[in-house]
């Protein structure tokens, strides 16, 4: 997967923002294309496939749920990716899947 596309964790988990986010903004050449750029945001049930949807949309490289190792949360919090072969300059959001049994909402 090419390295520009690199997936970054925006909020943990826990709900923490990740203060490192200009690591992002600089390897993907983010903050040179002022406010040109689009941002897609996914939400909807735990494995639901979003990820893999963002994969396939976009050519990011999110994890997606190994269905061997069983069902289970594999996207905590929100990740960020850069789209790759798409203008404008396009940040897909990936986000925690919602009715978890790991948050307690099954
Ligand atoms: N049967 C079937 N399974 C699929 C297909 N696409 C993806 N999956 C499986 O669906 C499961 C969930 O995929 P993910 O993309 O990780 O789901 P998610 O919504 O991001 O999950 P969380 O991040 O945990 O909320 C994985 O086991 C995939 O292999 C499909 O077209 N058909
Ligand atoms: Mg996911």
């Known amino acids: 997967m090419a390295e520009d596309c690199c997936r970054f964790q925006l909020i943990s988990g826990d709900g923490v ?3 490192e986010l200009e690591n ?3 390897t993907t050449n ?3 294309h002022g406010l040109s750029y689009a941002v897609v945001a996914i939400m909807g049930p735990q494995s639901g496939r979003k ?3 963002l994969n396939k949309l976009f050519q990011t490289n ?3 749920m190994d269905a ?3 069902r289970s949360q594999t996207t905590q919090g929100i990740w960020i990716g850069k789209g790759i072969g798409i203008e404008p300059f396009t940040i897909a959001m ?3 899947g919602s009715d978890s049994r790991e948050r307690g909402q099954v």
Do not use: A, D, I, Y
């Open 68 to 70: 061997e190792e069983g």
């Open 17 to 19: 923002l990740n203060m």
């Open 30 to 32: 983010l903050s040179q």
């Open 62 to 64: 999110f994890r997606m």
């Open 94 to 96: 990936n986000v925690e």
């Open 51 to 53: 990820s893999t949807l």
């Open 24 to 26: 992002f903004t600089r």
